[in-house]
């Protein structure tokens, strides 16, 4: 076995069980007889806290004192996941710590599974940003994550006669053993009030905004172990608080009470992250916790600019480069341009060179109801400032670059405009993000190239270098040496254990996809991963699933768009084939799902609802043998996917192409060794550019494929009509098979699919995604061709690694360099 280790544990067993015991002492207040498991893996997180700490301080003080350019990754979403077993293995004293809790009674994994998840983020966005915190610390790269401290992060799922049901997330309840509050670091944000012009004499006019309520922010730190512990940056969390001098004035007019309900009007803003992940609702208070946190870590970047360059501002975009999650954070733009020329006296001409050289963008949607814009009206009364300030970037950028490419021309002004004329008046958070950014990139080739010719198509006439491509990528220390440990051995013996480093290493196994002790290897692997995740099903759902089922699975929040439901009217037509010839002859499948539907979306619930009647029925259905059985597991999160990537077969990655900017659960499912069915969507495309379409069950129409019947007009009746097999199953959904003595229930799904138009095309995809579930069939009756493929699919998967994702930002986007830490 080749041992590259990047670095030596830190601590041995016996330090580690002392550590542990210590912490279980005098951290807690209890001992090794009376503490819970609860208990244990405070005290096991505690002890590696006092590792991360000092590694903190250290690169805290290396990057302070060179006065480093650093990235700040500003993002309403961090969906971090469990941190314990990823510190340990980022420390490289996992082993020793499993032996230290072995030799102390207790089992690693079992603490492990004590820790709620961290779910500060609703899916994709969120993950990514996660990724990208653990690859930027890995790689030894000055960077900051900035977000909000929510109290309660994405709902708690639960069904209720197979009804989605939301309960609030308490993840915090009892404390967080990896944040540190940092009270020297408060900021404070104003709100709402007017703005005042005052003129002075012999130096013109200035802006004053009066704000008629100031919020706290206090920041939550939360460590952020690079892999092999050189590097530890910091995820920055803004929690928000009353500004007590706003509330003694209250409380001096004798309003004791009123100054309560002004304390709970504040901790409001960092109350609850918003569970939708594409329908931009335009909620006030959404607007509000966007600009708190702006606020909170641009003041927080420019105090420490400040500190090590004095006001010398023309060096901020060479000490500071900010990324945009998403349009989520643009109001840290005009927040930037106030601070500069209102607080600290800069020419409009200057602050906004700064600005124009210091935010890049990152898209992740070309949805268009997902594109966020505010009323006018909202804005006005919000933030009167950043209002006007907006609205002069925009007639700037409206006379001076519009008007001198395409003189004349109002319809490109309209279009173009921050400022949509409509009732009531909008403002596009995505034109001002174009406008100001120096780079703006979509998340995978194909995406990118639909941000330049659908989405921003003027904006890529006037900015031709502006808008640029960084395909996404996940971690491979969470999504494959922790997650799925037999693999990550396996390969450790095979071709070394650098490739946690070095993921285009895994090239190294695709000679061995023939190897029939590999493959012997590889599938045991696998099949020990089945059995964990049926004993999971089984305690979860009560459904008992063979492992020699393939097991297909679809896991992603729901949306249309990604078609859960073809997925649902694909395991329809497997049933009715089954009832209708008992003998008919099929590999047992297990239909796995998890998605969580965004509270207020009748459809997607609707698609749940169904699911799971048809998994009632379907599982209870003695006839046909345990052929088919359908699991939806209830509440879908970073710890469920942990589990459930590695013990899958079949990857469902089937979205309408041109509508999945990438997807990242694409990239872990092959990681892991399942085989994809997907269509030509998002970074399915370059993933079968790697591991060869000859290896994935590729089905449905292209992106052009898609445009040109939309514009030749859709109708989905036609396939009904002309195929009779869905007919049949589409029909089936009217009756009350499903939900005995209420029929129509499921009807509201047909009628999407026909009546409604079909928006998203399943009818017109459907034909090709039964046939090429019947190649996935006929191909898992060779087991050895089945693991070729597996392994050639794993084996492809080194560029979707965030790794390269963050070199590609840091040389195409950021210029950043790496420090290492001394
Ligand atoms: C405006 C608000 C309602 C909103 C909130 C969250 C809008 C969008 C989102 C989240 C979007 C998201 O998660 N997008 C996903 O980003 C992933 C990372 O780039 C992509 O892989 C995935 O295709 C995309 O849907």
Sequence with gaps: KQKTSVAVPSVNCAEMQQAIIDRLHKGLGTDKNKANNKAWWNATCQAVNELVFEKLTQTHQNHAEKDTRAVNYLSLEFLMGRLLSNNLQNLEVFDVTQQALKALGKDLYEICDEEPDMALGNGGLGRLAACFIDSLATLGYPAIGYGIHY?????????????????????????????????????????????????????????????GQKLKGVPWDIPIVGYGAKTVNILR?????????????????????????????????????????STDAGKELRLIQQYFFCACSVKDILRRFKRANKEDWSLLPEKVAIQLNDTHPTIAIPELMRILIDEEGLEWPEAWEICQKTFAYTNHTLLPEALEKWSVALFEKVLPRHLEIIYEINSQFLTKVVEKKWPGDDAKKSKLSVIEESQPRMVRMAN????????????????????????????????????????????????????????????????????????????????????????????????????????????????????????????????????????????LTLYKRLLEDPDYDMIPRVFLFGAKAAPGYHMAKEIIFALNKIADKVNNDVRIKDKLKVVFLPNYRVSLAEKMFPAADVSEQISTAGLEASGTGNMKFSLNGALTIGTMDGANIEMAEEIGAEHMFIFGLSVEEVKALKAEGYNPYDYYYNNPELKSVLDWLDSDFFTPS???????????????????????????????????DTLYRDQSAWAEKAILNAGAMGKFNSDRSIEDYATKIWNLKKFPIT
Aim: charged share 30%; net charge negative.
């Design 151 to 211: 109290e309660h992060g994405l709902f708690k799922q639960e069904f209720q006669d197979g009804r989605q049901i939301e309960r609030p997330d308490t993840w915090r309840e009892y404390g967080n053993p990896w944040e540190i509050c940092r009270p020297e670091s408060i900021q404070f944000v104003p709100l709402y009030g007017y703005v005042e012009t005052v003129y002075e004499q012999g130096k013109g006019s200035r802006k004053v905004w009066h704000a």
């Design 432 to 571: 001002l993000c174009v406008i100001t950014a120096y780079k703006v990139n979509g998340v995978a080739a194909v995406h990118s190239e639909l941000v330049k010719t659908d989405l921003f198509p003027e904006f890529h006439e006037l900015f031709p270098t502006k808008l640029v491509n960084v395909t996404n990528g996940v971690t491979p220390r969470r999504w494959l040496k922790a997650c799925n440990p037999g693999l990550a051995t396996l390969l450790d013996e095979t071709i070394g254990d650098d490739w946690v480093l070095n993921l285009d290493k895994l090239k190294g196994i695709l000679p061995k996809a023939t190897d029939s002790d590999f493959q012997q290897r590889f599938m045991d692997i696998k099949k020990e991963n089945k059995m964990v995740m049926a004993k999971i099903i089984k305690e979860e759902t009560d459904v008992e699933v063979s492992v020699d089922a393939i097991f297909d699975v679809q896991i992603k929040r729901l949306h249309e768009y990604k078609r859960q439901q073809l997925n649902l009217i694909h395991i």
């Design 742 to 776: 209420h029929p129509g229930l499921l009807s509201d799904i047909k009628r999407s699919l026909l009546d409604w138009g079909d928006e998203y095309l399943c009818l017109a995809d459907y034909e090709s995604y039964v046939n090429a579930h019947q190649a996935i």
């Design 237 to 277: 969390l803004w929690e928000s608080r009353s500004h007590e001098a706003f509330d003694w004035d209250v409380f001096n007019a004798g309003g004791y009470v009123d100054a309560q309900a002004e304390k709970s009007k504040a901790e409001t803003v960092s109350k609850v992250l918003y569970p939708n992940d």
